[in-house]
């Protein structure tokens, strides 16, 4: 999906089309679930129509808002969780695409209402650091933006509590590859506590973990997941 020459509208358009695809062809959304934007180089937002199935969703199903809701095109009315999109946008410069799906085991942490914050697998922690929960907010409104006040400027993925998961990154392929390591760990997590449980790493893991991340990963680990593990 992302190329070195900045794209054009349309380019853009289909590369969301196709994400739309690929989150309900993986079954991370169920019949008119989930949505998806991004941001136009023109500095609006590109989001899907509310009502659309992912499966099948085509170019003519966008809609483009200005970064404060007015619809500018597109047929159809944009997605109801909008607000969260323009939100993340607003906290956010240097994000420009937001996928918001609900994958069944990461959905259901969300339900059970469990934050994937242990530190258990070592490549969850030198790319997205923990996953932490959001308060329950009602689907649609201003409440699942505030919900996300806390963690937006920290984490790029978040579990709603009762809802599902939103991520976010510099293009779709960022945001989708972050939305597909939610899942993966929690169904990790799940399969470790069948088990008998998780066995988080030590103290001493995570630092010789970060010592070899900006060489071997190009990545920092997140200072808050390091505090976490100091105390
Ligand atoms: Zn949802």
Sequence with gaps: ????????RLALSSDLARA??????????????????IRLPNGNILVTGSGVRKGNLTRND??????????????RKPSTELGMHLYIYRERPDVRAVLHAHPVYATGFAVARIALDKP??????????????????TPSTEDVSES????????????????GVVTYGRDLDDAFNK?????????????????????????????KLAQVSPA?????IPEILWDATKT
Excluded: W
């Design 20 to 37: 739309c695809h690929l989150v309900h062809e993986r079954g991370m959304v169920a019949a008119t679930d989930g949505n998806a934007s």
């Design 62 to 75: 966008l809609v483009e808002v200005t970064p404060e809701g007015r619809k500018i095109k597109g047929k």
């Design 179 to 207: 939305l597909d390591k939610v899942e993966q760990a929690a169904r990790i997590s799940f399969v470790a506590r069948m088990l008998g449980g998780e066995r988080t790493l030590t103290n001493e893991d995570i630092r």
């Design 216 to 220: 071997s990963y190009q990545k920092h």
């Design 148 to 163: 996300l006040a806390p963690f937006v400027k920290t984490f790029d993925a978040v579990l709603l509590a009762n809802h």
């Design 120 to 137: 258990i697998l070592p490549e969850l922690i030198v790319t997205l650091g923990v996953v932490p929960l959001a308060q329950y907010a």
């Design 1 to 8: 999906m992302s190329r070195k020459i900045a794209k054009g």
